[in-house]
RNA sequence: GGAGGGGUGGCCGAGUGGUUGAAGGCACCGGUCUUGAAAACCGGCAGGCGCGCAAGCGUCUCGAGGGUUCGAAUCCCUCCCCCUCCGCCA
């Protein structure tokens, strides 16, 4: 989330920032943020005005009695039930306008950093170094895909029949391969670069998925859980012998979404619940009926390690703060229809291990640097050739300021392939989780910057030790630092 | 699934209608003392929002929403969250 004043502050870079992102629109949204924010702050300035009347009333209805003025204390006394109403009206004006406010800033994305290069899309990326030279073969590599399946260890047919498409079953050395990678890489980032292991929960709750953003706008992207509840009731839905119905309540409003709402819930016999939408600090609270929705999957480990520090004030001293964890994670990949159907590289489960560093504001951009290179490290260590890019505006995540991308060689595609993806969020996130830290000697809290890489993707890492490693016979040779984590199998090759 | 308990400042914890935005302690910051540190002592120290160049002023917040009242952290209603015990299960 952005903060509004710098908003109100920098109308022209804010305008500028969306637009290099490609954001549809950016002056109308800097139009209406600015009316609402107006909006608001009348709104607040009418109310608190009504409020102070009320409390200096009260406080003179309190000296009235003493004085035993019975006259003026009933006078006042009118005034005040008067300014209630009035009171009453300002607070669900400002709840109203409050909601919208907050609505509209959590869909607008983070401006990119000054030194992040324009370009509408991945085209404009700018590679900054790349490590190693593309793997040599006296014959033609294959695919992953390919190699995993002759190998008899890499099963895609078994995997959709107990799930469907995007999943794979690994048996075997393969099996045992992606375990050794997580170790290798956990191990590393924690006795080599001073992150701390954790073991996070795979499931959380809505603000959780809010804080790093994949809520509200990447909905579809994430695979929720459901939970039966017995006693479904409310104002416009009914739980009855025949499932949910509507209520007859004619003042119930009732839109296409809450039908579709409705279909959907009887279709998919899913979870309907109330739900209370709120803020860290408690406010824009709002009620509203929500179907379906429980706690959500994660869809990668930064968000419950990011999430970690939410609603908190921590001591600078804490910071900069590293944590790890491998994790599986789970993607609904809506709207990828079509891209990488083969194979690994796109999945809707696969395990990961993610790095996430939360610092002040002075030590993000150096930080950011220092993980990009914990995560290159694992593939110096893995002897595979990559590359490292900086994303161009157009290509950025939602939450980021600046991301590099970390590209693998894969012989088998010819091409480079994303496996990490380290990015500096600012404090973006962290206004959206309300995580802060006191500073040093100042009496003011501030938000804390938050960063998060892939250090890597585990399953894409087994994709390009599979696909440089590969001999000419279809076998696979174990990568020098995985030996011991293979139990000092050196070869993975073809079952006789 | 059944039964109970509880949500107060960064943390712990008092507070059951009237200067309580909130005692006390811890942590933190400044100072005295000390060669330095610790200890001790003195002082400071909640957050959000609005207005203001600032000093500051106003307002809200004791899980959330609503209600009673001149006045609510304290009373009433609804909801959310957490915990404990029993049952079931990994």
Redesign the pocket.
């Known amino acids: 989330m952005l903060d509004?004043?710098w908003i109100r502050d920098h109308p022209d870079a804010f305008v500028k920032g969306l637009t290099d992102r490609g954001f549809d629109d950016p002056g109308a949204t800097l139009n209406r943020i600015l009316s609402l924010?107006e909006q608001?702050?009348t709104t607040?300035?009418q109310?608190?005005?009504a409020?102070?009347r009320?409390?200096?009333?009260?406080k003179e209805?309190?000296q009235a009695k003493q004085a035993k003025d019975e006259t003026r204390a009933e006078a006042l006394?009118e005034e005040?039930?008067r300014l209630?109403t009035a009171i009453?009206d300002g607070?669900?004006a400002e709840?109203e306008v409050n909601r919208l406010w907050h609505l509209l800033l959590a869909h607008i994305p983070n401006i990119p950093a000054a030194d992040v290069p324009v370009g509408p899309d991945a085209d404009s990326n700018k590679v900054l170094r790349e490590v190693g030279t593309p793997t040599k073969f006296s014959f033609q590599p294959k695919q992953h895909f390919e190699l995993g399946e002759a190998l008899g260890l890499m099963d895609f047919e078994t995997a959709a029949k107990l799930s469907g498409a995007r999943f794979v079953v690994l048996k075997g050395a393969l099996a045992r391969l992606e375990r050794a990678l997580g170790q290798f890489m956990l191990d590393l980032h924690t006795s080599e670069h001073g992150y701390t292991e954790v073991n996070p929960p795979l499931i959380v709750?809505d603000e959780v998925m809010f804080g790093t953003a994949q809520l509200p706008k990447f909905r579809k992207d994430q695979y929720p859980t459901l939970q039966?509840?017995?006693d479904i009731d409310g104002p416009k839905l009914k739980m009855t012998e025949h499932g949910l119905k509507r209520t007859d309540d004619p003042d119930a409003p009732w839109s296409s979404q809450d039908e579709e709402a409705l279909q959907s819930i009887q279709r998919e016999g899913a979870l309907f619940?109330?739900?209370?939408l709120?803020n860290p600090?408690?406010?824009w609270?709002d009620?509203l009926w929500r179907f379906e929705l429980y706690r959500w999957l994660i869809p990668t480990a930064e968000v419950p390690l990011t999430n970690l520090v939410r609603e908190?004030?921590v001591?600078q001293?804490s910071l900069p703060m590293r944590v790890t964890a491998w994790t599986p994670c789970f993607r609904a990949e809506a709207g990828a229809a079509g891209k990488d159907t083969r194979g690994m590289i796109r999945q809707h489960q696969f395990s990961k291990v993610e790095l996430v560093s939360i610092t002040t504001p002075e030590q993000s951009a150096e930080e950011h640097e220092r993980m990009t290179e914990c995560a290159e490290t694992v593939l110096k260590r893995l002897e595979i050739p990559y590359r490292t890019v900086v994303l161009s505006t157009g290509d950025m995540g939602f939450a980021a300021q600046k991301t590099y991308d970390i590209e693998v060689w894969l012989p088998g595609q010819g091409t480079y392939r994303e496996i990490s993806s380290c990015s500096n969020c600012g404090d973006f996130q962290a206004r959206r989780m309300s995580a802060?830290y006191?500073a040093?000697?100042a009496?003011?809290?501030r938000f804390v910057h938050t960063l998060n890489g892939s250090g890597v993707a585990v399953g894409r890492a087994l994709i390009a030790v599979l696909e440089n490693y590969q001999e000419a016979d279809g076998s696979v040779r174990v990568p020098e630092v995985l030996k011991p984590y293979m139990g000092g199998l050196t070869k993975i090759a073809p079952a006789e």
């Open positions: 509004i004043k924010d608001r702050r607040i300035q109310l608190q005005d409020q102070a009320r409390n200096a009333a009260s209805i309190g006394k005040v039930a209630k009453q607070e669900a709840r709750r039966w509840v017995a619940r109330e739900v209370y709120q600090a408690g406010k609270m009620k908190d004030i001591e001293g802060r006191k040093k000697g009496k003011e809290t």
